[in-house]
T-cell receptor, first 115, second 110 residues
Framework: DVKVTQSSRYLVKRTGEKVFLECVQD?????MFWYRQDPGLGLRLIYF???????EKGDIPEGYSVSREKKERFSLILESASTNQTSMYLC??????????????FGPGTRLTVL | RKEVEQDPGPFNVPEGATVAFNCTYS??????FFWYRQDCRKEPKLLMS???SGNEDGRFTAQLNRASQYISLLIRDSKLSDSATYLC???????????FGSGTRLLVRP
């Protein structure tokens, strides 16, 4: 079974702090994604990586950066956390093999609260 | 206009009922379509892919109408365990990115 893990389930940070969210997948997937999920807005793509050291902005990249130094690990960085970044953050991965039809596998999520 | 639109619900149905969810998408170049299920405070998980010919998995049937850019999910003989939010998901043209609808909430009561 594909397993995607995230470093924390719950996180509380203060405004202005630098925040690191870590995601690890164990299925050798090429693609990794970071989303945030807010009530009524659904999942919104923050950043996407299709290979090591490669990244692409999603729909809402402002205030975020990412790092992918190893294939299995994709980190989301909030350079200076703000209260409007309080949200559920979900990491996902997928393979480029056509047989998967783009299915994405999700981690359990990190609920971040910025005070 | 949202790229993927769903009725947020909630749909409140008795056990054993048949319930249908609909979804519309705006990008005619989309190539892949899915229904995901998300339980409260959990991550989304794939329920089923949706093919042009329609597909069935037990009590669940998904249909795709490319001409109308419309996807549906039918659940027959609803169980209490079907209570969840159902996300309509569409591939963003030919890339690996997916666009998620906001979800339709289903509550199945005894």
């Amino acid at each position: 079974d594909v397993k995607v893990t995230q470093s924390s389930r719950y996180l509380v940070k203060r405004t202005g702090e630098k925040v690191f969210l870590e995601c690890v997948q164990d299925m050798d997937h090429e693609n990794m994604f970071w989303y945030r999920q807010d009530p009524g807005l659904g999942l919104r793509l923050i950043y996407f990586s299709y290979d090591v050291k490669m990244k692409e902005k999603g729909d809402i990249p402002e205030g975020y950066s990412v790092s992918r130094e190893k294939k299995e690990r994709f980190s989301l960085i909030l350079e200076s956390a703000s209260t409007n970044q309080t949200s559920m953050y979900l990491c996902a991965s997928s393979t480029t093999l056509a047989v998967s039809y783009n299915e994405q596998f999700f981690g359990p999520g990190t609920r971040l609260t910025v005070l | 206009r949202k790229e993927v639109e769903q009725d947020p619900g909630p749909f409140n149905v008795p056990e054993g009922a048949t319930v249908a969810f609909n979804c519309t998408y705006s990008n005619s170049a989309s190539q892949s379509f899915f229904w995901y299920r998300q339980d409260c405070r959990k991550e989304p998980k794939l329920l089923m892919s949706v093919y042009s010919s329609g597909n069935e998995d037990g009590r669940f049937t998904a249909q795709l109408n490319r001409a109308s850019q419309y996807i549906s999910l039918l659940i027959r003989d609803s169980k209490l365990s079907d209570s969840a939010t159902y996300l309509c998901v569409v591939g963003k043209d030919s890339s690996y990115k997916l666009i998620f609808g906001s979800g339709t909430r289903l509550l199945v009561r005894p």
